[in-house]
């Protein structure tokens, strides 16, 4: 599955790629479901975070743990990498983006699939490059809604599932709670297509959320809010807790 997944990513940033190239320079400053950001700053902070990716794989000089304290907030971190995009035209930012992004690619290919990267607590390989084709998704996510050219929901969503149903932890951490003591959870989403179940979790666990995985996707990258992912179903407290603080990302 390790090289399905860079695969994907690629085809994922593909997708997007296919709807920027299309865009008139009005529709870039067009604003998106991300307060204060427009379509710009959607794709510069895509090749900023793409920059610190690479770094971050090579020890170059922006390796994500010291690149981000210095603005002593993720917020910061993220609103530098918009910035810098605000002083270019819009083609210029999409060539930044598309070199990062191929420049990326090139080194996860290279990379051994046992290292783990050093982003935040670190990465397994697997587990990195998912992260940034979630990011590149959800942020497709509001790209596409600004300019009014939605998506279709594929196959690629599995690995958004995967990842996103390994946060619940720290979903709850950062929330501040403890899963119930002797409580396990399993996942069961419907793929886009309808076609096959995609399940995580053991088979023997006390509590299961059920539900169509194009929801459970964008609740947990928080595109969507627990009251507009109506088919998913939670059975148990540590099911609750897991749809009510979903949060895949740092």
């Avoid at 006390?206 to 992912?229: F, K, S």
């Amino acid at each position: 599955m390790s090289d399905e997944v860079l695969q994907d990513y690629e085809a994922e940033q593909e997708d997007l790629r296919s709807v920027l190239v299309g865009l008139s320079a009005d529709e870039w400053r067009l604003p998106t479901p991300a307060a204060g950001w427009d379509v710009r700053d959607q794709v510069s902070h895509l090749a900023d975070t793409e920059d610190v990716a690479h770094d971050t794989m090579t020890d170059g000089p922006r390796t994500i743990n010291v690149d981000a304290a210095q603005y002593g907030s993720a917020e910061g971190f993220t609103e530098a990498g918009c910035e810098r995009g605000r002083s270019m035209a819009p083609a210029e930012v999409l060539e930044w983006w598309w070199t990062a992004a191929a420049r990326v690619r090139s080194t996860m290919a290279a990379l051994d699939r046992s290292a783990r990267v050093p982003w935040g607590l670190g990465m397994g390989w697997q587990a990195f490059v998912t992260a940034r084709l979630m990011e590149h998704w959800a942020h497709g996510l509001d790209i596409r809604a600004a300019v009014g050219r939605p998506g279709v929901d594929t196959d690629r969503l599995r690995h958004v599932a995967w990842i996103s149903t390994r946060a619940v932890p720290y979903a709850l951490r950062v929330a501040g709670l403890e899963a119930p003591e002797g409580h396990t959870l399993r996942f069961a989403l419907v793929s886009p297509g309808r076609s096959e179940e995609w399940a995580f979790g053991p088979d023997d666990a006390t509590d299961v959320i059920t539900g169509p995985a194009a929801q459970w996707c964008r609740l947990a990258v928080q595109r969507i809010t627990r009251a507009e992912a109506p088919d998913l179903q939670g059975e148990g407290p540590l099911a609750e807790l897991a749809l009510g603080h979903a949060r895949a990302f740092l």
